[in-house]
């Protein structure tokens, strides 16, 4: 099959540091390559893969400092991917909606996998009126607030084989991904302090976040327990969440998905995760970890957590979230979309 990825360009395919959806949009497009399928990977000029590459910009636009705004960048993409669309069996972009008034002719090639939060009051208009279009959700808790769309199922993310079980024998807790609100890096500094238990804190800082980290999480920094590391890439996160006791999710908001939650799980390390978006789809409350809804709660928990079997914890990854399972459910989309198939279904993880 002649595939087309379309990521976004913030981000390199794969992120050197943070980047979620970059991150999966890389597994997913080797393991197409890794099956024999022609993959054509759109996306920043310093990304790596075994597809061919199609250079929208040289680097990642995050890492120029000449770039302010990304909407002339993500314009300029879809112009490419429109002249050479004949070429592809399946168009699979992983941008949103910027495509969406481009290829509404052609639905029956294009899938889009919507991987950010879908309540915001502005996108029901807007997937009204492009109902027709075929979508992915990569939880079924994020459908929740979503009119009525062409959903083709329900995939969530998988890893490749890049993480390996941990022995879990650092003596501290983890907080990995982004210093924001909506992540609860305060909720996690008040769970170790009151647990007694050091936190390290690996996690990056948006310009738009800056503020809410120099007055909020800063100053709480300054405490013996509190490690802030910063922003990590993929090699060091063996020895970071494989040597912790458990993950912190502390999150207040309906997240999509959280990659974190099963990296933690491939190195066999338990997630105390606060209910909220899809966290009650992938923690198995006494296999991988808990679900609380309080620091209080979370730190009550702690003791059970962190007893249990890492083999176990790595087993469920193994069971539910590789990369090969996430790549057979998108071919097995790809091929309903090519036979004709691309009408509404129900949500099927």
């Not at 976004?8 to 970059?22: H, K, R």
Request: aromatic residues 8%.
């Amino acid at each position: 099959m002649k595939i087309a990825q379309i990521a976004p360009l913030i981000e390199s395919v794969p992120p050197t540091m943070y980047g979620g959806t970059e991150r999966v949009v890389s597994w997913l497009t080797e393991e197409l390559v890794r099956r024999g399928h022609q993959v054509t990977l759109f996306a920043s000029g310093d990304s790596r893969t075994a597809a061919e590459l199609v250079a929208v910009t040289p680097r990642a636009l995050r890492l120029d400092p000449h770039v302010r705004e990304s909407l002339p960048y993500n314009i300029m993409m879809m112009d490419q991917v429109a002249a050479r669309a004949g070429e592809f069996d399946v168009l699979h972009f992983h941008i949103d909606f910027f495509h969406y008034p481009l290829f509404r002719r052609t639905p029956h090639r294009v899938l889009t996998t919507l991987h950010g939060r879908l309540d915001l009051p502005d996108l029901q208009p807007f997937y009204r009126a492009f109902s027709e279009m075929p979508v992915v959700s990569i939880s079924n808790h994020q459908r929740l607030p979503m009119p009525s769309v062409n959903w083709m199922g329900t995939v969530y993310h998988g890893l490749p084989d890049i993480l390996r079980l941990g022995a879990g024998k650092g003596g501290y807790l983890a907080f990995l991904g982004r210093i924001a609100p909506e992540k609860g890096p305060e909720q996690a500094i008040a769970i170790a302090k009151r647990a007694g238990i050091p936190l390290k804190m690996a996690a990056k800082v948006d310009p738009v976040d800056r503020e809410y980290f120099e007055v909020r999480v800063r100053p709480l920094l300054d405490h013996p327990l509190i490690e802030f590391i910063g922003e990590i890439g993929d090699a060091r996160k063996q020895d970071f969440l494989g040597n912790a006791m458990a993950l912190l999710f502390p999150i207040d908001w309906p997240e999509p998905f959280g990659l974190v939650m099963i990296e933690a799980m491939a190195v066999g390390t338990p997630v105390i995760a606060f209910s909220c978006g899809s966290v009650s789809e992938i923690i198995e409350p006494g296999l991988t970890g808990c679900i609380v809804k309080t620091v209080e709660e979370a730190v009550a928990a702690l003791p059970e957590v962190v007893r249990l079997s890492r083999a176990a914890i790595r087993q469920s990854f193994e069971r539910r979230f590789t990369v090969e399972i996430m790549a057979a459910q998108y071919l097995a989309i790809y091929d309903r979309l090519v036979n004709g198939h691309a009408g509404l279904t129900q949500a099927a993880a």
